[in-house]
Each structure stands twice: as structure tokens, then as C-alpha cells.
């Protein structure tokens, strides 16, 4: 079975750091690009970065610029988002995609995790 699995959620102070794993099973994450996307209540989904296959490059969303990062580890077959500087707006579901390319449209993905809560209070 083809998953992508979101981990490392949580409750985090604003200006607090949190780090997401978007990790592979049944196949592997080499040779696709991954997007990050959330989706906040009653808010369409949005992609806040992508990062392309190889790693070499990353686009970002202007909201997220400076703040949140992505990296790769093949050999682990998963992928991170680093979120600094967490904002109350960043309060969302976190998702993972994975595609050949980098698209906006998360319907140009192929496949998708479950998500994972981030929330970022006082």
C-alpha cells in the first residue's frame, strides 16, 4: 500500500519551532517533489512549500518565507518541514503530498497524508 504518514504535530507557543516528518511506505520518496499544504477551518487548502525532487530547490508560499524550511533524507525516505517562528495564523492541519513535479494545485497530487495538527497559542 502507497502512504505518506505525517508525524510531529502539536500545541506550540507563538515564536516557538515545531518539525513535521512526512515519511514513505510503499514506495519511495526519490525522484518525487513534496509539497506541504494545510488547511485551516473553513479555509481552502493552500500549499505553504514545495520542494523539489532532487532538493535543490524550494518554493515557498510569501507567508511562510524566512520561517518555515524543507529537507530530504532519501535514505530515511521521508521529508521535514522546519517551521520557525510560529505565528497564531500558522494554526492549521499539515499535509504532505507527493507528485513528479512541484504544483499549487493540490489536485495535481498523486498522493496524500493524513495530516497532522499544528496549533500555535498562548
Known amino acids: 500500500q502507497l502512504q505518506l504518514v505525517e508525524s510531529g504535530g502539536g500545541l506550540v507557543q507563538p515564536g516557538g519551532s515545531l518539525r513535521l516528518s512526512c515519511a514513505a511506505s510503499?514506495?519511495?520518496?526519490?525522484?518525487?517533489?513534496i509539497g506541504w499544504f494545510r488547511q485551516a477551518p473553513g479555509k481552502e487548502r493552500e500549499r505553504v512549500l514545495c520542494?523539489?525532487?532532487?532538493?535543490?530547490?524550494?518554493n515557498y508560499a510569501d507567508s511562510v518565507k524566512g520561517r518555515f524550511t524543507s529537507s530530504r533524507d532519501n535514505a530515511k525516505n521521508t521529508v521535514y518541514l522546519q517551521m520557525n517562528s510560529l505565528k497564531p495564523e500558522d494554526t492549521a492541519v499539515y499535509y504532505c503530498?507527493?507528485?513528479?513535479?512541484?504544483?499549487?494545485?493540490?489536485?495535481?497530487?498523486?498522493?496524500w497524508g493524513q495530516g497532522t495538527q499544528v496549533t500555535v497559542s498562548s
Open positions: 520542494i523539489s525532487s532532487s532538493g535543490g530547490s524550494t
Open positions: 503530498a507527493a507528485d513528479r513535479l512541484c504544483w499549487v494545485l493540490p489536485d495535481r497530487y498523486d498522493y
Open positions: 510503499g514506495f519511495t520518496l526519490d525522484g518525487y517533489a
